[in-house]
DNA sequence: CCTGAAATGAAAGGCCA
DNA sequence: TGGCCTTTCATTTCAGG
């Protein structure tokens, strides 16, 4: 199982820093127990053995204008393995399609899409997605309320599970 | 249209904070052309004011261990309000749950979980999920692979959109 | 609402244990 | 490795435009 290079210390840096990514290094060290310099050091090192791939503010995007958003599943004509490269290669350049994952089952993928309202997300469908290439199917579900949107991983299930194997 | 209250630095700040949420305030003031002190009262204005909801750490689930990644949609039997109240508060117990958002159409939630392994995903899905109260109809995709991940919001889309109302 | 300066406090590197 | 010391740089407050 991966994860194993990590003693506790590095996964309570991890899960610190994925409750909040602002917090000073200080605070940091403080926290897992450690003082400031070796724990600076094992916070490049998590960032550079890439656990770490970045840090982001949570913006509200309602407050910001994108009052839409929208789960498609999409399904292609071809799943040639160069046909779903092309497919994911478009979702990367189209800036509402926030998420893409390729799925197994029935659908070949599903795209995590937000918009300023819904006639921005209409032209987007029927401008962009439904002409594209290979595109066989397309079916959108409007969200019409979120009830939890929790970034990353679930430490306390990762903690269990290595308290139990040890 | 919401996000009227911020002005062109306000919005740099947020995109900026969303694509490094630990860049220095010295660095930021640099990037959006004001000093720092300024650039810090914003900061803190966007926190208050609930556009920036919080800052974290990007870890990469995969190397954590988390190798499952699955899209679950789910129905129920009753949609009254307080029946769908009690899923949601459900789906935030559950940890492997991350994201749970209410849809319209044929199917009434979508969730997003992470697990270990799939063996774990199985018997929380077993379990947990298909034992809830009022769940009716319970369908998994798998995540093969992900195409694309960008959290938040386009901040090119808001400001197109802004010049073109201006 | 901004700039600029001054004091506090944190980051980053050297070095020893 | 972690801890301590030192320098450098960032944060924060305050004066003033």
New interface residues.
Partial sequence: ???HR?DPIDRKI?AE??????MTNVELAKRVGISAPPCLRRVRALEE???????????????????V?V?VMVGLQSQAESDLRAF?GR??DW???????????E?D??LKC???DLS?FQSFLTGQLLTAPNVASVKT??????????????F???EE?LSRSA
């Fill in positions: 199982m991966a994860g990590l991890l820093l994925q409750a909040d990514g602002r053995q890439g656990f770490i791939k970045g840090y982001h503010a949570d913006v509200d995007a309602r407050e910001l204008g994108f009052e958003q789960f994911e979702c990367r800036p509402l399609v926030r998420e893409c994952h390729m799925l197994n089952g659908v993928f599903i937000a918009a300023p921005t579900s409007l969200v019409i309320r979120g009830a939890k949107d929790e970034p990353g991983v679930p306390d299930v990762l599970r």
